[in-house]
């Protein structure tokens, strides 16, 4: 199995949300993402790589040849709204 680690920006398209956290700060950037955690992120740099990588695990239902880990530093508040666009893509990230 190959072990693969993404940061949720290169999975998804955090410009907005790290402007808010740069400019207003931690707090102000929790209270966006919790306001908008049923918005879809968009895919960012990372998301095409990831997503024909995790396809590979289609060869072969039995076998899971691809892990994907998401690094982040979001608290498990912010990171619903990841989680959230990682069910809507169906991506296989546990």
Not at 18 to 42: F, M, P, T, V, W
């Amino acid at each position: 199995t190959l072990l693969s680690g993404v940061s949720s920006r290169a999975l998804f398209d955090l410009t907005r949300e790290n402007e808010i956290y740069e400019s207003k700060g931690l707090e102000a950037y929790c209270r966006y993402q919790l306001d908008h955690e049923n918005d879809i992120l968009n895919p960012g740099t990372g998301f095409a790589l990831i997503e024909s990588m995790l396809r590979i695990n289609d060869i072969d239902k039995d076998q899971r040849r691809i892990e994907v880990v998401i690094v982040s530093r979001n608290s498990a508040d912010t990171s619903l709204r990841i989680s959230n666009s990682i069910n809507h893509y169906e991506l296989d990230i546990t």
